[in-house]
């Protein structure tokens, strides 16, 4: 049915209403009457008596207040019916699903996250490892010169320049 008539948050009835609103919609017995009232032209109204609905409940997939869109529970040709406790159920159910809709955004954003934290803890890795492996040789060097006892390079001439290499 969704194929041919796609539901839209803006209808005043069915899918679109319960995503809109956030309510759930329930018809314990649906009657002719009710079916020809949403109907959108003759062929919605055929597959409608096709599908025989007998009871219906259109549940919101919510989370923290925000709609993430509906489930619908249809009977059809059937002597029983949804009761109370079957809204309650199929509300449970569309709490449910809109909790593990919203964690697995959020698990979506942190990964994302934590890729791009990555990606910049690589480049400025990168970046910072060219000017650092410079300071190292340079201080092994002078270590070196210091052992052997080479102390021209650290005379009073030198040093200032010395130092100023290292800014």
Do not use: W
């Not at 159910?93 to 910049?120: T, V, Y």
């Amino acid at each position: 049915l969704s194929l041919y008539y796609p539901s839209f948050t803006d209808d005043n009835s069915g899918i679109g209403y319960v995503i809109k609103t956030g309510k759930s919609l329930f018809t314990p017995m649906v009657k002719d009457f009710e079916v020809l009232a949403v109907s959108k032209d003759q062929r919605y109204l055929e597959i409608m008596h096709g599908l025989g609905c007998t009871s219906c409940i259109v549940a919101p997939i919510l989370s923290h207040g925000k709609s993430f869109g509906a489930i619908s529970f249809i009977l059809s040709d059937c002597n029983r019916v949804y009761h109370e406790s079957d809204l309650a159920m199929a509300e449970e159910l569309g709490r449910r699903a809109g909790i593990a809709i919203d964690n697995a955004l959020h698990l979506e954003a942190a990964q994302k996250a934590i890729k791009a934290r990555d990606e910049f803890m690589s480049v400025a890795s990168h970046e910072l490892k060219t000017p650092l492996t410079t300071l190292k040789l340079q201080s092994q060097v002078r270590i070196r010169d210091l052992k052997r006892g080479n102390l021209k390079r650290f005379s009073n001439e030198k040093l200032p320049a010395l130092l100023e290499n290292d800014d």
